[in-house]
């Protein structure tokens, strides 16, 4: 149990389908974050909340549509996806400038086909 | 940008040192961190370095030249289950994690 909680585990799904990823943490955090991951490269900042305000977008497509309802849940919402979206999708959180950096959720695993 | 390096792959025996080298071109630091992530499991943190100097803990110790833009991750006494992907990441203001591409460890018996 990392403290931070995603769902689903796994996700398959079609070009044209609509889906979300859901990221939920009890720690007090007050920012949140996702990122892709994709083999044998740097974990990609995707968008940034802090105190359920967007701090941050990463040039991300508008097929991937972040949604902060409250400082303990995070969604990413998906449509129209591609095939190279396929990666592993991680959620984090923090306490802003603190030494212990993130917690991270132990992510999604999308595949688009 | 940012640009965060560190090498794709190491080897080493079981009970043995390994020691991990980034080098970072950020635009700002606010810290340095390093990260272990197994296959299919979330990265769990395992060191912070915000001024220059060595960490100790444990078996793992870190290390950060600011003036240099380097840090290396120290793996002592090294078991099987330390092998897994390390990765380098640097903050940048409050925030912000730029990480490395990650330098996958595998221990051998």
């Known amino acids: 149990e990392t403290g931070v909680t995603q769902t689903p585990r796994h996700l398959v799904m079609g070009m044209t389908n609509k889906k979300s990823l859901k990221c939920e943490q009890h720690?007090?955090?007050?920012?949140m974050y996702w990122y892709k991951q994709s083999a044998k490269k740097p974990l990609e900042l995707m968008f940034v909340?802090?105190?359920?305000?967007?701090?941050e977008n990463n040039s991300v497509p508008s097929r991937f549509s972040p949604e902060c309802p409250n400082s303990s849940h995070l969604f990413l919402h998906l449509h129209t996806l591609q095939p190279e979206d396929s990666a592993l999708y991680l959620c984090?959180?923090?306490?802003?400038?603190?030494?212990?950096?993130?917690?991270f959720g132990s992510g999604t695993r999308l595949t688009v086909v | 940008g940012q640009n965060i390096d560190q090498p794709t792959e190491m080897t080493a025996t079981e009970g043995a040192i390994v020691q991990i080298n980034c080098t970072y071109q950020t635009s700002g630091f606010n810290g340095l961190f390093w990260y272990q992530q197994h296959a299919g499991e979330a990265p769990t943190f395992l060191s912070y370095?915000?001024?220059?100097g060595l960490e100790e803990k444990g078996r793992f110790s870190s290390f950060l030249s600011r003036s240099k833009g380097y840090s290396y991750l120290l793996l002592k006494e090294l078991q099987m289950k330390d092998s897994a992907s390390y990765l380098c990441?640097?903050?940048?203001?409050?925030?912000?994690?730029?990480f490395g591409a990650g330098t996958t460890v595998t221990v051998r018996a």
């Open positions: 909340y802090s105190l359920e305000e967007r701090v």
């Open positions: 370095n915000v001024l220059d």
């Open positions: 720690l007090g955090h007050n920012a």
């Open positions: 984090a959180s923090s306490q802003a400038a603190s030494e212990g950096g993130y917690t």
């Open positions: 990441a640097v903050r940048d203001g409050d925030y912000k994690l730029s």
